[in-house]
T-cell receptor
Framework: GAGVSQSPSNKVTEKGKDVELRCDPI?????LYWYRQSLGQGLEFLIY????????KSGLPSDRFSAERTGGSVSTLTIQRTQQEDSAVYLC????????????FGPGTRLTVL | SQQGEEDPQALSIQEGENATMNCSYK?????LQWYRQNSGRGLVHLIL?????REKHSGRLRVTLDTSKKSSSLLITASRAADTASYFC??????????FGTGTRLKVLA
């Protein structure tokens, strides 16, 4: 594809509901990353995938967060029982491979938990 | 706390002037990258400098790395209004868990 795409671009949900965020990486990119950016802050690393595998899940903020990647392409980040502190912009990035350091970022999903 | 901390937090300069921003980090790194974020284009990779490099240039960008001081600087020469953005450093410690700093908000006045 032309670039990394994410959907939805905006999501407003009520506290306690589950949400699913989707990321479509650049075609052929084997590495995929998820970050969270709170208002006016830097990026907080959440998780990375090499192919469909996520070797290190320690960056996920709590067990309410999970992520998967299928077919070495699309990834979904799921947040269960959302809390107000989960409100942030969730950014996805992909790179050609894990040790190819330039990451290409998607436009993000702005999540608001009421 | 964040691995990378940029300073200043905010910088305002006139078009044509140079802008310098700094990044400090805490642990050994494989490489350090600089990214730009603005509302129009999202996050864009600018330049990467490896731990065995001391200086790197790309167009109007100059990056230095001092591993003994665990710091890097990004210089933008002859700034333009289009350079207005937030600039972040990101460090790779070899674990692929990239750590981004808190960012410097640059405003270039026409």
């Amino acid at each position: 594809g032309a670039g990394v795409s994410q959907s939805p671009s905006n999501k407003v949900t009520e506290k306690g509901k589950d949400v699913e965020l989707r990321c479509d990486p650049i075609s052929g990119h084997t590495a995929l990353y998820w970050y969270r950016q709170s208002l006016g802050q830097g990026l907080e690393f959440l998780i990375y995938f090499q192919g469909n595998s996520a070797p290190d899940k320690s960056g996920l903020p709590s067990d309410r967060f999970s992520a998967e990647r299928t077919g070495g392409s699309v990834s979904t980040l799921t947040i269960q029982r959302t809390q107000q502190e989960d409100s942030a912009v969730y950014l996805c990035a992909s790179s050609f491979r894990l040790d190819y350091n330039e990451q290409f970022f998607g436009p993000g999903t702005r999540l608001t938990v009421l | 706390s964040q691995q990378g901390e940029e300073d200043p937090q905010a910088l305002s300069i006139q078009e044509g002037e140079n802008a310098t921003m700094n990044c400090s980090y805490k642990t050994s790194i494989n490489n350090l990258q600089w990214y730009r974020q603005n509302s129009g284009r999202g996050l864009v990779h600018l330049i990467l400098i490896r731990s065995n490099e001391r200086e790197k240039h790309s167009g109007r960008l100059r990056v230095t790395l001092d591993t003994s001081k665990k710091s890097s600087s990004l210089l933008i020469t002859a700034s333009r209004a289009a350079d207005t953005a937030s600039y972040f450093c990101a460090t790779d410690t070899g674990t692929y868990k990239y750590i981004f700093g808190t960012g410097t908000r640059l405003k270039v006045l026409a």
